[in-house]
């Protein structure tokens, strides 16, 4: 299989397709809409995951574990939750195969469920379930819980990490005594949330509250950031919902508050997942392939040796070493690639390809000199470098690099939000430069959906720092007091 | 819910039950036989997942994620693989819900998949169909790869941690070009195993391997570390399968060597569950509540303020922030209990049936003294400390703690581990103190599952270190050279 991408300018959806392939991130599996994800994409998911771990246990959550089945009647208890999830639900029915008369394999039709279990789309109905043993006084408010799991979504059609029929994630589900705090919870974890793309991923994202027909099924309010791709579609990144006492409600969950009154607990929930993956991918990597933030990068540099005899390589071999001794004391993560089976060219395409941050060349001539070559993934610039100066140079441009993806994908977003005051520009600025586009809107959702089926473009969130200035909706007329972000999205 | 435990020796298994529950580990859910892990128990998980993923890392493996769901005619492909699971398999045979006349949410008849779905049992079969993409030539070999997933396996009778129809497990899955190394391969993850358990869980065990009868669905051998509980029962804690060519086999996996030639692929897969939280539980702990190792704790030191007033708390406070502030940096965890809503009595109680290895009380007396008292979890020794000798004090007495529990069970071990001659001997030694019974056998299952059949008692392993010893089979009387270990087991 060549190495060599399609471009972004030709068909960046296979590009995408094709890079998340070739650079070994994952890949189709045998199951109809899952996906594998290889040790390389995997590497970078755990790093994503120990870093939001991190924000989310400073923030007071503790990680458990709950069921990955839920009783179709638990299921059924919050209406427009099952409205929102009955439609792409993996039903198990049966415990037990069994071998039929000729010795094939079946199902055992004696082996019938009584009542029907959902693979998990989510953990609202099973973690209020327990919630409601867990919750007697205001002393046991709040809780503050978070898991890992996955989770299954039977979407008729998939992409690799941003939608398969199961992906991995994490749920937050706090409960809380009063509404204040559950509203506050939602809306720190939207700026933990936020904090983690920009500052770990380099993506810049809006952040807002959606729309009515855009909320999770069962909330109240729905936080979302949201991020810009390189096509100039967005891609909703994360989420954080106030889910009132919807839950408490539909599970009988109340608590007895400090002067003695019985009242139902308020709730929220908060997730993102392996979707993230094909944000990050699409918002840094270029037609070489990957471009990895240095912060999420399994391998952050690379050290390749360039030489004719095993003399020489010993001799590179040891300078290495000093300087991989270096990198090590500073938690920089490093490979040294001396394996001979391939070419020096072969590895420096390979390493771009999984967007390896900086790739140090060294060869017989560097010895002599006491220098090496450094080549920056982002920029491609190379520089040569004194022995004595690598490792403040290697430090130093790991920082820069991770500054400069974030101000490129910034200047990137800015230059693709697009405030419109007609439909007609509304249409010109999707058909053309695309991005995000700020309008008035009228607040209803028939406007919303009759912009929808003319554009495909949908609201991707009221930003929270929306600022109140009257105007006409774009496609009613109708008044409106402050713009919303619309977009084509993922 | 009262705190107080029935004891061991009046009900081990409600004990254990009871234990579980108390010490906020796990609970049932409201779906058959699927436990909820609780923030304490999952913490300690988590101590459990972080050590064995790096002592995992250290020996050359990655992560990866592989498919919850396996298509039916994967699973059939492996002919014992298929018999050893299909009793036990939860089917998936929809992906779709709908609303009925009354509105009555009912699975969709219309959305019935072709094939059924296998919720993995465990995933040798979807894992070696994606290696067959994978693997080429000697060049990509081995691969070297480990996932965290949960699994489900519908057993009728469940215990929390024990026996569950979900439970959490890591799970290896390696390739090789040559027998010998996927032999040594699946000796080394034995021995990474053995190390973890003694290392950490303070818990000591035989390294094995299994009888043929007893070995994993498709392996050719199944290498085991076995624990002994403070029942007299034994626990096989974690297996590694060395398992030929069979699944390379089934999928039709084959490498070109450096020769040119075809040849299969050589193969291993090992395992550690949640059930290793019911090992450490039962190993350990007493009447009291969890007895925890040191480093599987998820709090070391829990400080209990004795005070009347305001102002003693704020003096007391002044002087554990000093503490904490020097165990932060000690890497030692600890939790400040300065609640006023429960009392010092209390907060003892709680932190003894929940493990915490070290509890410092500190109170007025103390801050005019100098002094305070810390109380040891495993043997409740008090003893009055200097304020400089407690950060040493700390931590030679954690080591300490951590030595002693294993000494502890491996005295218990080996005291129970008891060399019969005869059938009778064998039989009483079960009826009497129970462990492991040391016995020549015939080889013969037939032997096995009559021995099995009397007394309840099976083959845990042979160990790897028996030594060759002519004797006579205790039940047979046939030739046999060496012990193998019997016992009653979880």
Redesign the interface.
Known sequence: MSNKLISREEDYSKWYNELVVKADLA?N???RG??????YG??I??KMQAELDRMFKETGH???????????S???KEASH?DGF??????????????DDNG??I?DEDAKLEE????RPTSET?IW??YR?WIESY?DLPIL?NQW??V?R?EMRTRLFLRTA?F?WQEGHTAHATEQEAIEESQQMQRVYAEFAENFMAMPVVKGFKSESERFAGALETYTIEALMQDGKALQAGTSHFLGQNFAKAFDVKFTTKEGKREHVWATSWGVSTRLMGALVMTHSDDKGLVLPPKLAPIQVVIVPIHKTDEQLDAISEKVGEITTELKKKGISFKFDHRT?YKPGWKFAEYELKGVPLRIAIGPRDLENGTLEIARRDTFEKKIISFEDTISHIEDTLEEMQQNLFNKALDFRDNHITEVETFEEFKEVLKGKGGFVSAHWDGTIETENRIKDLTKATIRCIPNDAKVEEGKCVFSGAISNRRVLFAKAY
């Open positions: 890949e599996s045998g199951v899952c996906m594998v994800i290889k040790p995997y590497a998911w755990e503790e990680n458990a574990y709950f069921p990955l089945f839920i009783p179709k638990y299921f059924s099952v009955a439609k792409e639900c993996a039903v198990v029915t049966h415990y037990r195969l069994k071998n094939k394999v199902v029907e279990l959902i693979v099973i379930d327990t043993k002393r819980v799991a996955n299954v039977w199961e991995l089976t």
